[in-house]
């Protein structure tokens, strides 16, 4: 009876792997899988290789420190060859005290579709190329340590955790792996009348782990330079930012970003328009509402 419960066991085991290797027996031929190793480790954990979402470059600080409380909605569209995506994410941002504000932010929805030769170069493992995806959370704190005088900018240092909540590694979409930053932000305020010039750059360190035996982890050189210009009701934002990781073409990213906003008492409407290097090969648009409060 003992012997008759191990081989209906192992019968069940040995139908489930050839069932597995039968619904992705294209994707093993394809890409030489050595029949042992786990699908992880032939992806490519850069964001070169992956959905707009994936790794994404953090943006600048450069909102205005006495600034309400708010919470932020937008959706976002990303084109580039091959790769259709269409998303959603909040953002919630609460100022603590005079020096300390918590923030956080996910793409809560992602619709993706990327034609053969895109999901075969991102190692991807779903046949047709296209699905839902939910992404990664991010929380972040920033710290107020300068405050601006004549000469001096103010100095904000931000500490931002990456989550591994994210789904669909297997088609490239987020890494289900976690991260971390540590960033200088400086801000520089010219007011006259009712228009405000803000010069703002940032300078820090940005990791992420990934699947590679050689490399547990990419650490990378994180920067950014902008320009801000406002008015009571209206303003213009336009920057540059971007990561250099060390492992190669892909793992680069340097984005510019412009963007439209127009304030209406307690909203703020934004139009955003942003296009990357080869390392994040999109053009992009977001449409974004954020929502003050004290």
């Known amino acids: 009876m003992r012997n008759q419960i191990y081989f209906i066991i192992v019968l069940t085991l040995l139908q489930e792997t050839m069932a597995q290797s039968t619904d992705f027996q294209w994707w093993n031929e394809r890409h030489g ?50 790769d259709f995506t269409f998303s959603g994410g909040w953002q919630v941002y609460y100022q603590a005290d005079r020096r300390v504000a918590i923030s956080a932010h996910m793409v809560y929805a992602e619709f993706f579709k990327t034609s053969e030769s895109v999901r075969d170069f991102r190692v991807a493992r779903t046949f047709d190329a296209r699905g839902w995806a939910v992404g990664d959370l991010y929380v972040e704190t920033h710290w107020l340590m300068v405050r601006s005088r004549r000469w001096i900018p103010e100095v904000i240092l931000r500490s931002g955790i990456k989550t591994a909540s994210g789904n669909r590694l297997e088609d ?123």
């Open 172 to 294: 490239a979409r987020f890494s289900d792996t976690p991260g971390y930053y540590f960033d200088l932000n400086f801000r520089k305020v010219l007011k006259k009348n009712f228009i405000v010039h803000q010069w703002y750059s940032m300078m820090g360190f940005y990791a992420y782990q990934t699947y590679r035996v050689d490399y547990k982890q990419n650490d990378a050189l994180l920067y950014g330079v902008g320009w801000r210009f406002q008015t009571r009701t209206i303003g213009l934002d336009t920057h540059l930012r971007g990561y250099a990781g060390y492992f190669g073409k892909y793992d680069k990213p340097l984005i510019f970003s412009f963007s439209f906003f127009r304030q209406l008492e307690s909203y703020l409407l934004s139009v955003r328009f942003q296009r990357g290097n080869h390392s994040w090969p999109f053009w992009s648009a977001e449409l974004g509402f954020v929502y003050r409060f004290f």
């Open 33 to 82: 899988w050595d029949g042992i190793s786990p699908y992880e480790k032939y992806m490519h954990i850069e964001p070169g290789r992956m959905g707009p979402n994936a790794l994404p470059v953090p943006d600048l600080v450069f909102f205005v420190w006495d600034s309400l409380n708010y919470l932020k909605g937008n959706v976002q569209t990303y084109f580039a060859p091959g």
